[in-house]
């Protein structure tokens, strides 16, 4: 079952079938409006309150969460959770993906078409790359992360928990970014970035504070 029925969630529904991650069999979202029946052919089954019902009676085997926007992503999540502490979290990787043997990708993680997960890179849980975005080697993209389009991070650095980087932009090898923080699109960024910023521009320079769960799409 696929969490969400925007835009983002049509792009997990693709990868999934186009992969071996098994059939994708309903989706179910909170806000979808009554007159959409379906995403992609795929039912619209319900709210999340139907995820628990579904997975009790073994209609589906895992879940992933198909909402772009990280703390959305993440508080759906421990919703999820909280309705059922069982639940099982899918990976879904597109086969186009080039993903290293000895990367590792969490539960719930998504990597959609022509990205790259470069050796010893780690995606945390819940974590997304987007089309064509590069995580080189020894890289880590932590829990509820995400790379835009195109992104391109350098080997050895770190983006934390729930930070986006945006469309095309460029991270420079060995550099940090905080936790809850914002790259912005085309962006190069050749210092680390604290916790809560927003940062755009090349080089990158910090533009302002950023709360955690303010949205950036």
Not at 15 to 41: F, I, K, M
Not at 52 to 67: H, K, L, N
């Amino acid at each position: 079952m696929v969490i969400g029925a925007s835009g983002h969630a049509r792009c997990v529904i693709d990868a999934a079938r186009a992969g071996s991650t098994g059939e994708v069999v309903a989706v179910a979202d909170d806000d979808v409006v009554p007159t959409a029946r379906e995403v992609l052919g795929v039912p619209v089954v319900g709210g999340s309150d139907s995820v628990g019902e579904w997975w009790s009676e073994g209609r589906i085997d895992g879940v992933v969460v198909g909402i772009g926007d990280n703390d959305t992503r993440m508080v759906v999540v421990e919703r999820l959770l909280a309705i059922e502490p069982s639940l099982r979290f899918s990976t879904v990787a597109h086969p186009t993906a080039s993903i290293a043997a000895s990367a590792r990708l969490g539960d719930g993680a998504v990597v959609l078409a022509g990205a790259s997960v470069g050796p010893q890179a780690s995606v945390g849980a819940h974590a997304l790359l987007g089309a064509q975005a590069n995580l080189d080697h020894d890289t880590v993209l932590s829990e509820g992360a995400s790379l835009g389009p195109g992104a391109l991070i350098g080997g050895a650095a770190r983006i934390g928990c729930a930070s986006v980087v945006g469309i095309g932009a460029v991270v420079r090898h060995g550099l940090t970014i905080g936790n809850h923080s914002v790259l912005g699109a085309g962006a190069v960024l050749t210092r680390d970035l604290p916790d809560g910023v927003v940062a755009w521009g090349a080089p990158a320079r910090i533009q302002r504070s950023r709360e955690p769960g303010e949205r950036y799409l």
